[in-house]
């Protein structure tokens, strides 16, 4: 990683919107990215609260990495990481109480969120602590933006409504910002039209479905630019096995048979 | 030796085409079309129609869009159509059926790979879309036979629904046997005539489009468990054969070549599969029919019951103790 100072800090923040989107181009986090995108206002609460743990653990991780041993580093990095969930779950429990009911136990499951681990393995124990606190940050918000997109087809389509309930976030900024607008409610439009909201896209199916169909966009997308595709089948085809200290175990035992 | 040719497999043809065979489909599948016209009245007609024609128009503008040679020639667009509109009441909203025929041909047929390729049945993984889609919508019933009249759509609550309260004795409220049979019943467009669906069946049949083992394993295991359930009540289990979806299903849905098993032990397994499931739902489950679910949860499987009903090839026995030596 000698390179690695070379790289300009803007580079490490944009990688994660699109090129190593971790949504939809390394494919991880994939549990809460189906789970909590039925409504837009769920994505942004959780990408906002994966982001903050990201960010403040990658600082963390990156700052120890001298100092952990590499044997017991997965349950190192799990501490830290439990520890900053903890803090945000208290937090958005004391100030936006309402997004932690929706979202559930998939606020705490942040802890073992792919994305987290997987930028802690690959990057902070690499990398000093500034470009690990900007590569968290990238990474963060190209979650959250994955989440968002899916949020806004899965909730248009399926429920009909665009960031309904947003009120429960801005009650951070106090009670009754904007008026109390709390979302567009395109339900009375649609009925009058005769139409009414496909609400196969709000369950779990349509998850699937949807995340299917965006990865095989980017898919899409990445093949017209030559770059590798987000694949599940065989570690080789991964984006990050550039990074993947299994793979590299297996490639040196390979190595070493020969 | 002049006469010796030499030339690549196949040497075997059959006269057999797509088209073919998903004409005589099409053709099975006329009289029960007529009888929901009658029962139903003229917009059973517009929906098969819109159906077919949004189907092929899919299936169509897949193969323009993604420049592959378009299938719309071997009529399994139009088959898919057909059977979809059969599956949907007749009261449904037209472009809820554009739906429908979306996730049947672009996302169940040809994300998959096309025609042969398809996880499922199309029309019933359409269905299905629908069902948890518009669930008010798609269990809306009309009344039979009172378009005549001129009244305007009556709702009516299905003999499987009201068969969901049975407790020893039938339900007055439940249309007679024959008229079960003929088709004057709420229900899909497609499913309600039984008669005229048996008729397509044993048209299949006799055309060697289907074998009957399907349909006859698929209903037979829907009789049996009725008749235990119900402790033997024979008129029972003749009002389960007769409602629903069960005799569309059994012939023309749990038949489909690509999402069938091969085999005839397969097809055994996979037909008592569907039965039990259709049983279970209509008995325990919330919903009142479990035909789609059955076919859609036996077709998923189809993959691994080939695995275990494969035919052994003449002589692979021996090449597997080589095998087993070799190893040792």
């Given at each position: 990683?000698?390179?690695?100072?070379?790289?300009?800090?803007?580079?490490?923040?944009?990688?994660?919107?699109?090129?190593?989107?971790?949504v939809?181009?390394?494919?991880?986090?994939?549990?809460?990215?189906?789970?909590?995108?039925?409504?837009?206002?769920?994505?942004?609460?959780?990408?906002?609260?994966?982001?903050?743990?990201?960010?403040?653990?990658?600082?963390?991780?990156?700052?120890?990495?001298?100092?952990?041993?590499?044997?017991?580093?997965?349950?190192?990095?799990?501490?830290?990481?439990?520890?900053?969930?903890?803090?945000?779950?208290?937090?958005?429990?004391?100030f936006?109480?309402?997004?932690?009911?929706?979202?559930?136990?998939?606020l705490?499951?942040?802890?073992?969120?792919?994305?987290?681990?997987?930028?802690?393995?690959?990057?902070?124990?690499?990398?000093?602590?500034?470009?690990?606190?900007?590569?968290?940050?990238?990474?963060?918000?190209?979650?959250?933006?994955?989440?968002?997109?899916?949020?806004?087809?899965?909730?248009?389509?399926?429920?009909?409504t665009?960031?309904?309930?947003?009120?429960?976030?801005?009650?951070?900024?106090?009670?009754?910002?904007?008026?109390?607008?709390?979302?567009?409610?395109?339900?009375?439009?649609?009925?009058?039209?005769?139409?009414?909201?496909?609400?196969?896209?709000?369950?779990?199916?349509?998850?699937?479905?949807?995340?299917?169909?965006?990865?095989?966009?980017?898919?899409?997308?990445?093949?017209?630019?030559?770059?590798?595709?987000?694949?599940?089948?065989?570690?080789?085809?991964?984006?990050?096995?550039?990074?993947?200290?299994?793979?590299?175990?297996?490639?040196?035992?390979?190595?070493?048979?020969? | 030796?002049?006469?010796?040719?030499?030339?690549?497999?196949?040497?075997?043809?059959?006269?057999?085409?797509?088209?073919?065979?998903?004409?005589?489909?099409?053709?099975?599948?006329?009289?029960?079309?007529?009888?929901?016209?009658?029962?139903?009245?003229?917009?059973?007609?517009?929906?098969?129609?819109?159906?077919?024609?949004?189907?092929?128009?899919?299936e169509?503008?897949?193969?323009?869009?993604?420049?592959?040679?378009?299938?719309?020639?071997?009529?399994?667009?139009?088959?898919?159509?057909?059977?979809?509109?059969?599956?949907?009441?007749?009261?449904?909203?037209?472009?809820?059926?554009?739906?429908?025929?979306?996730?049947?041909?672009?996302?169940?047929?040809?994300?998959?790979?096309?025609?042969g390729?398809?996880?499922?049945?199309?029309?019933?993984?359409?269905?299905?879309?629908?069902?948890?889609?518009?669930?008010?919508?798609?269990?809306?019933w009309?009344?039979?036979?009172?378009?005549?009249?001129?009244?305007?759509?009556?709702?009516?609550?299905?003999?499987?629904?009201?068969?969901?309260?049975?407790?020893?004795?039938?339900s007055?409220?439940?249309?007679?046997?024959?008229?079960?049979?003929?088709?004057?019943?709420?229900?899909?467009?497609?499913?309600?005539?039984?008669?005229?669906?048996?008729?397509?069946?044993?048209?299949?049949?006799?055309?060697?489009?289907?074998?009957?083992v399907?349909?006859?394993?698929?209903?037979?295991?829907?009789?049996?468990?009725?008749?235990?359930?119900?402790?033997?009540?024979?008129e029972?289990?003749?009002?389960?054969?007769?409602?629903?979806?069960?005799?569309?299903?059994?012939?023309?849905?749990?038949?489909?070549?690509?999402?069938?098993?091969?085999?005839?032990?397969?097809?055994?397994?996979?037909?008592?599969?569907?039965?039990?499931?259709?049983?279970?739902?209509?008995?325990?489950?919330?919903?009142?029919?479990?035909?789609?679910?059955?076919?859609?949860?036996?077709n998923i499987?189809?993959?691994?019951?080939?695995?275990?009903?494969?035919?052994?090839?003449?002589?692979?026995?021996?090449?597997?103790?080589?095998?087993?030596?070799?190893?040792?």
């Open positions: 990683m000698a390179d690695a100072k070379k790289r300009s800090l803007g580079k490490e923040f944009t990688k994660g919107l699109v090129k190593e989107n971790p939809l181009r390394l494919v991880l986090g994939t549990c809460p990215t189906l789970a909590v995108t039925t409504s837009v206002t769920n994505a942004i609460g959780m990408g906002i609260a994966a982001t903050i743990v990201l960010v403040c653990s990658n600082i963390v991780i990156s700052a120890l990495r001298k100092l952990i041993p590499d044997k017991v580093r997965i349950p190192a990095y799990i501490v830290i990481i439990a520890s900053f969930v903890t803090i945000v779950q208290m937090l958005v429990k004391a936006v109480p309402a997004l932690n009911t929706a979202l559930g136990a998939f705490p499951l942040i802890v073992v969120n792919c994305i987290i681990l997987g930028r802690a393995e690959a990057f902070a124990s690499k990398n000093t602590v500034l470009y690990s606190a900007v590569d968290g940050l990238g990474m963060g918000v190209g979650f959250t933006a994955a989440l968002c997109l899916m949020g806004t087809i899965r909730e248009v389509l399926g429920a009909g665009f960031l309904n309930g947003i009120q429960d976030l801005l009650i951070l900024f106090g009670d009754n910002v904007l008026n109390g607008w709390n979302g567009f409610d395109l339900n009375s439009g649609l009925e009058a039209a005769g139409l009414q909201p496909i609400t196969l896209f709000i369950l779990p199916a349509g998850g699937f479905f949807v995340f299917g169909i965006l990865i095989a966009l980017a898919n899409k997308i990445a093949e017209g630019s030559g770059k590798p595709k987000a694949q599940l089948n065989g570690c080789e085809h991964c984006p990050m096995a550039g990074s993947c200290t299994k793979l590299a175990q297996e490639n040196k035992s390979k190595e070493a048979e020969a | 030796m002049k006469n010796l040719t030499v030339s690549p497999s196949p040497h075997v043809r059959s006269s057999e085409t797509v088209s073919g065979i998903m004409l005589d489909v099409i053709i099975a599948l006329v009289p029960a079309l007529i009888a929901s016209v009658v029962i139903f009245g003229f917009r059973a007609a517009l929906i098969t129609a819109v159906c077919i024609g949004c189907c092929v128009l899919f169509f503008l897949w193969g323009k869009i993604m420049k592959k040679e378009t299938t719309i020639g071997d009529f399994s667009a139009v088959v898919t159509g057909i059977l979809l509109a059969f599956n949907l009441p007749v009261s449904i909203p037209l472009w809820m059926c554009v739906v429908g025929c979306f996730f049947a041909i672009i996302v169940v047929k040809q994300f998959f790979g096309g025609i390729q398809n996880f499922v049945n199309p029309a019933i993984g359409g269905r299905i879309v629908m069902l948890v889609s518009f669930s008010s919508a798609m269990t809306r009309t009344e039979p036979l009172v378009w005549q009249k001129g009244v305007d759509a009556a709702t009516t609550a299905t003999p499987l629904s009201v068969l969901k309260g049975y407790d020893g004795t039938l007055s409220s439940l249309p007679s046997l024959w008229h079960m049979l003929i088709g004057v019943r709420g229900g899909c467009i497609g499913e309600v005539c039984a008669l005229a669906l048996l008729a397509g069946g044993v048209y299949l049949i006799a055309r060697k489009v289907i074998k009957p399907i349909p006859l394993c698929f209903i037979g295991t829907v009789a049996v468990i009725m008749l235990i359930a119900s402790k033997g009540d024979l029972f289990t003749a009002y389960q054969i007769l409602s629903g979806g069960l005799i569309l299903g059994a012939f023309f849905m749990a038949t489909d070549y690509s999402t069938s098993p091969i085999t005839f032990w397969g097809k055994v397994i996979f037909a008592v599969g569907c039965g039990i499931i259709t049983s279970v739902i209509r008995l325990y489950a919330n919903l009142p029919e479990g035909v789609s679910y059955s076919i859609i949860i036996m499987l189809v993959p691994h019951i080939e695995a275990i009903t494969r035919p052994k090839p003449f002589g692979e026995e021996k090449e597997k103790k080589n095998k087993k030596e070799e190893a040792a």
